[in-house]
């Protein structure tokens, strides 16, 4: 039986910055704090119909970001990002179904979510 990951993601702020394509200057750790923010904030409002009866479930993308500095110079260190649990289910969800679709999910490409090669089918890493 295969080891589900953890909701929450343990990175270097410059990791996370490489591996979205972004810029590591000054300007790019502040961009990825205003980021990290919207994304608390963004509220997903959905329903689904079964059996004559609906359900709405209103939640957040994520559930918390902590990000992690050196006070003396106020250098990004790490970032700790956890999903909501819808989002994570979600996410797993499609991990077990198809690698390949897994790659375009939402949730996974707003966080740049990494895989190491023992965790994916057919041994490759991912990164979104």
């Known amino acids: 039986m295969r080891t589900q990951p953890s909701r929450t993601v343990r990175l270097q702020a410059y990791d996370m910055l490489v ?3 972004r810029q590591t200057s000054g300007e790019g750790y502040r961009l990825m704090a205003d980021a990290l923010t919207r ?29 992690t ?7 990004m260190l790490d970032l700790e ?17 198809s690698m390949y679709d897994w790659r375009s ?11 190491p090669a023992e ?3 057919g041994g490759r890493g991912l990164r979104a």
């Open 19 to 21: 591996a979205t394509n």
């Open 39 to 67: 994304l608390r904030g963004t509220t997903v409002r959905t329903n689904i119909q079964t059996g004559g009866v609906e359900e709405t479930r209103i939640f957040g993308l994520i559930e918390e970001a902590k990000i």
């Open 69 to 75: 500095r050196k006070t003396f110079d106020g250098r």
């Open 81 to 97: 990002i956890t999903l909501s649990d819808w989002v994570y289910r979600s996410v797993i969800q499609r991990r077990s179904r």
């Open 105 to 115: 999910s939402i949730a996974v490409k707003a966080i740049g979510l990494e895989f």
């Open 119 to 121: 965790q994916v089918p």
